[in-house]
């Protein structure tokens, strides 16, 4: 098992991102642009140029909308929350399940979307319907870790691939409970081997993106993005109503690019809607309403993802 702790840039990145947070933002963002932009535009003109599309390297599966936090950041967090509640049914779960593993799905999953996954009561069972249904699949958790302790983890962590613990903060510092986690993991090396635990103090305060336009803290820029945005050639995210939405950048849910009800995920995957988005998206993000003004930049995860797939076509 491996287990680190990360704060975005040390000392400096943390005192940046607190004294100065649009300073911080600007000059991350510029930077992430330079370093991805040739990784981005290499795997969407693969993809384009791809006879049979490669299967989305994210899914995405928002079991409920809720989450417990108050990052500033983010428009689902508890004290802006505007969407209505909803739950996934059990039924649409092992739906979306079992079409994955009719597909062979072999790339990442996460029940998590704008949402705490550790929300969801069912979050444990439906981690090991998961694991026994799509082998190959990479299971990755992200929470915030608000509602987690050490026998949560234990139960958990059996089925997990990825568990990254974003330990939202204003001191620097470790939530106790996370703290207490850290220490039996540390003290517990060999518990699960192949799991890769991430704890990243992030302060809640920051400004990222402006997410579409979501973000309370950061509004959207008057000028159209140019850089191109792989999430539609990428990531599949499903809200807990069963349609597929653009992004996760879609805190509110607004955009519809097929419904898990009305076709399989293959078929939305494949469709129209999906392809007019990944045509408009191409060489920039003008062209699409929700998209242009979209400041988001692409995970460093996704990025070499990208990488891997890309380079894994050119070997063969």
């Known amino acids: 098992m491996s287990v680190r702790i990360s704060t975005y840039g040390g000392k400096l990145g943390w005192m940046a991102r607190k004294y100065l947070p649009s300073v911080a933002s600007e000059a991350y963002l510029k930077l992430q642009y330079i370093k991805r932009r040739k990784v981005s535009k290499d795997y969407i003109e693969y993809f384009c140029h791809c006879q049979n599309k490669p ?31 909803c ?37 444990i069972e439906f981690h090991k319907h998961i694991r026994e249904k799509l082998p190959k699949a990479k299971i990755k958790v992200f929470t915030n870790g608000l509602l987690l302790d050490w026998k949560k983890f234990r139960e958990i962590a059996p089925y997990v691939d990825l568990f990254i613990i974003n330990n939202y903060c204003r001191n620097g510092e470790l939530h106790p409970n996370i703290a207490e986690l850290y220490g039996n993991l540390k003290k517990n090396p060999g518990l699960h081997e192949k799991i890769d635990v991430q704890i990243k103090i992030r302060y809640i305060g920051e400004i990222l993106t402006n ?17 191109p945005c792989l999430f539609p050639y990428t990531d ?54 929700f998209c242009e003004h979209c400041d988001f930049v692409d995970t460093g995860l996704r990025a070499k993802l990208c990488k891997i797939s890309h380079q894994k076509v050119k070997d063969v």
């Open 236 to 289: 599949m995210t499903i809200y807990p109503d069963g349609r597929a939405g653009v992004c996760c950048c879609d805190v509110r849910e607004v955009t519809d690019l097929g419904n898990i009800y009305k076709e399989t995920i293959q078929e939305i995957w494949n469709g129209y809607r999906y392809e007019n988005v990944r045509q408009k998206l191409r060489n920039g993000r003008h062209g699409n309403k």
């Open 211 to 227: 997410r579409g336009g979501t973000s309370p803290n950061k509004e959207e820029t008057q000028t159209i993005i140019k850089e």
């Open 87 to 123: 739950r996934m049914s059990d039924e649409l779960f092992q739906k979306i399940v079992c079409q994955l593993a009719d597909w062979d799905y072999s790339g990442y999953i996460s029940l998590f979307a704008n949402n705490e996954p550790f929300m969801d009561t069912r979050i």
């Open 55 to 85: 299967q989305p390297l994210n899914i995405l599966i928002e079991t409920i909308n809720r989450c417990n936090s108050t990052c500033s950041f983010c428009a689902a967090n508890r004290n802006v929350e505007s969407r209505p509640f």
